[in-house]
């Protein structure tokens, strides 16, 4: 994955979408994952849990997966806490287009507000009211401002000038100033958008990149201009088009707000938000990296490098040595082929020395003699006076002759020479092969810990789908189920659920069940504009029933009886009190007498195994095994687990551990009052 850092674009859209979405919202609890990243826990009336995920110097987004959290709460968690637990968020911005994100709260004493900088190594800070500094990640001092205890906080000296705040003439104005530094580098500087985005711009706006700032025409500078606003505005007007680039081998190579010029022809893998988007980079991104983190691979790619230098050095002393043994011997060879003319110069050269001649000019006296005798077979080259020895060549042979020895001692020093330079040979070629054998061994490891490389991440991404936090329908924050021929029943669980259930999500052609017991849930059937069947109406009844106090009473029928939503009002008749999850009922009730007070909780094996609970045939029509319960006296944890027993007693082994291991929590919500009978179990 190749994105580095969050940039002033990424900061902007991520904060755009994050105003709709947690602004009003309250900090149930704050948590410190690793040193430099925080998941502060966020309700909102009527929503989903959320969790904003900040990372200091790399990222700010929603969060839809479980976090590893810390048994012990690192200081500066628990100090958050302290302050932020309860408090309410009220805004939440980006400073001055820079990478830097504050996130204001309040709390019915006092206000916050939590800074989060994106920039760098980064750093989280957390203010008081008067702006002062309450707690840092990293408390330290610098040469432009001090994050320290007490002291009033102060920004970061900005990076450039705010794009949102810049003329088309300052634009202008600035570039003509910037002489000779490339246009890129200018936009970046100068904008403060970074050399990623910058080169964004100059595509868009058709200016070569490369080219001096200082000698843009008025027509590139306003083209400049009305690319960045472009970009500015898609921003701003939360105009997004999020996706997930991806390269060539389906890999995740960089996560954008918006499509960019950069990336055409490259896959898009689009995301409903932006932030949904960065989480999904992000969280992979950091699953994979830690997934390998151990793997030494370049430790074994450097041993690898350094044995290939070695081979090739071995390889050419290799060469070398076999060519001076074969060189060496037929030098050996060519002295005995011309062993009378080598002989007849060794004697001439010989008697001078004995004579006390100068043997230099013997030497010039032979060259003069080769001059005027043609060509001959054997050419005497140079003499040595130091060492006493003569330079000849033969055919394409050139060597030495000493004075000093003899014909055959010549030869036999060529021959020796050339017999130890075979055994050299023969030492580097076991030197040679012991190299690559290693290297093979070598590279054996390190294909072994890239297949590890490959693997450990594909593992680590497989088990990041099962820490994914499923986002729940409305429904599932009240009782449901699905009746055998698919409407969706819905009850409340209590008199807060009730009042929202009837209040916000019964429409019109909708209906509305209710038991004749005081206390009972509302039921409200779905019905998505069509006509409720027979079956539903029964199944609902029969769900209201069950989850009445008839069923806590040991009841064996109840009455129950059904009304559309515009039946029910707030206002009773005069004088009288509606309580809060109660109403008033207007109109003609339609009732169904003697509803029969059973259940059935049920396994489902589709992908992995399951509960579902509700009325015995809704449940049939699910389950692969149910049991039935009616009301009785057995109670809690005894009759849950009773319950777990009874339907893994019905299925293959494989599945019976799975449902034996289960949590009994899985199956309380479907009993009523966590009291009953088991009367049977079916498959």
């Not at 500094?133 to 990076?159: C, T, Y």
């Not at 011997?329 to 003319?341: E, F, M």
């Not at 109670?635 to 849950?640: F, H, M, N």
Request: hydrophobic residues 45%; aromatic residues 8%; positive net charge.
């Amino acid at each position: 994955m190749s994105k580095r850092e969050f940039t002033s674009f990424d900061v902007a859209a991520a904060v755009q979408e994050l105003k709709q979405a947690v602004v009003d919202a309250r900090v149930n609890n704050v948590y410190q994952l690793d040193p430099k990243t925080l998941i502060l826990k966020l309700h909102k009336t009527d929503q989903p849990p959320l969790q904003l995920l900040l990372e200091a110097g790399r990222r700010l987004h929603l969060t839809s997966y479980a976090a590893e959290k810390p048994q012990v709460p690192p200081a500066f968690c628990m100090a958050l806490r302290k302050y932020l637990r309860g408090a309410w968020i009220t805004d939440i911005q980006q400073h001055e287009f820079e990478r830097v994100v504050t996130v204001q709260f309040k709390t019915k004493a006092t206000a916050f507000q939590l800074i989060l900088e994106l920039f760098g190594d980064g750093n989280i800070i957390l203010t008081g009211e008067k702006g002062e500094i309450l707690q840092a990640l990293i408390f330290k001092r610098m040469r432009d401002r001090n994050i320290l205890r007490g002291e009033v906080f102060q920004f970061p000296p900005s990076s450039g000038k705010n794009p949102f705040k810049v003329t088309r003439e300052e634009l202008a104005e600035a570039s003509k100033s910037s002489g000779d530094v490339e246009v890129v580098r200018f936009m970046a500087r100068f904008l403060g958008v970074g050399g990623f985005y910058a080169e964004e711009i100059l595509l868009r706006a058709e200016v070569e990149k490369t080219k001096r700032a200082g000698t843009l025409s008025d027509s590139e500078v306003s083209a400049i201009f009305a690319a960045l606003q472009v970009l500015l505005s898609t921003v701003s007007a939360s105009k997004l088009e999020p996706g997930i680039v991806l390269a060539e081998d389906g890999s995740f190579l960089d996560v954008v707000p918006f499509k960019l010029k950069r990336y055409e022809g490259y896959q898009l893998q689009r995301y409903a938000s932006f932030n949904e988007a960065l989480d999904e980079f992000y969280v992979r991104a950091t699953a994979a990296a830690k997934a390998v983190a151990g793997v030494e691979v370049d430790k074994l790619q450097r041993e690898a490098a350094r044995l290939q230098r070695v081979i090739a050095e071995q390889e050419q002393a290799l060469r070398e040595e076999e060519v001076r043994a074969e060189r060496d011997r037929q030098i050996g060879d060519v002295i005995y082929a011309n062993s009378s003319q080598i002989q007849a110069l060794l004697d001439r050269f010989a008697e001078a020395r004995h004579e006390g001649e100068d043997l230099t000019a013997v030497f010039n006296a032979v060259l003069a003699a080769q001059a005027s005798g043609g060509k001959p077979e054997m050419l005497v080259e140079s003499f040595d006076a130091r060492n006493l020895a003569l330079n000849v060549c033969v055919g394409n042979l050139r060597f030495s002759l000493s004075l000093r020895k003899t014909l055959f001692e010549n030869a036999a020093e060529y021959y020796e020479r050339g017999k130890k330079a075979k055994q050299k040979f023969e030492g580097a070629t076991s030197a040679l092969d012991a190299s690559r054998q290693k290297l093979a061994e070598i590279e054996r490891e390190i294909a072994a810990v890239e297949a590890l490389r490959l693997a450990k991440p594909a593992e680590a991404l497989e088990k990041l789908s099962e820490r994914k936090v499923k986002s729940k329908e409305w429904f599932e924050k009240f009782r449901w189920f699905t009746s055998s021929d698919g409407f969706l029943v819905v009850a409340g669980k209590d008199a807060v659920s009730n009042e929202v259930l009837v209040k916000k999500h019964a429409e019109k052609d909708d209906v509305v069940f209710h038991a004749d017991v005081a206390g009972a849930p509302f039921v409200v059937v779905k019905t998505q504009g069509k006509v409720p069947s027979e079956q539903a109406l029964r199944e609902a009844g029969e769900f209201a029933a069950a989850f009445s106090r008839a069923w806590r009473e040991g009841a064996g029928t109840a009455d129950v009886y059904w009304v559309k939503p515009d039946q029910l009002s707030k206002s009773g008749p005069s004088g009288e009190y509606v309580t809060r999850g109660a109403f008033a009922v207007v109109g003609k009730r339609n009732w169904i007498r003697n509803v029969p007070l059973i259940l059935a909780v049920g396994v489902t094996t589709d992908d992995e195994v399951g509960f579902v609970g509700g009325p015995v045939e809704a449940v049939k029509a699910k389950a692969k095994v149910y049991a039935t319960l009616v009301p009785g006296d057995l109670a809690g944890k005894e009759l849950l687990k009773r319950v777990l027993r009874a339907l893994a007693s019905k299925l293959p082994k494989e599945q019976r551990e799975k449902v034996l291991k289960a949590s009994i929590e899985q199956v309380r919500e479907f009993v009523p009052y966590t009291k009953a009978r088991l009367i049977g179990v079916s498959s």
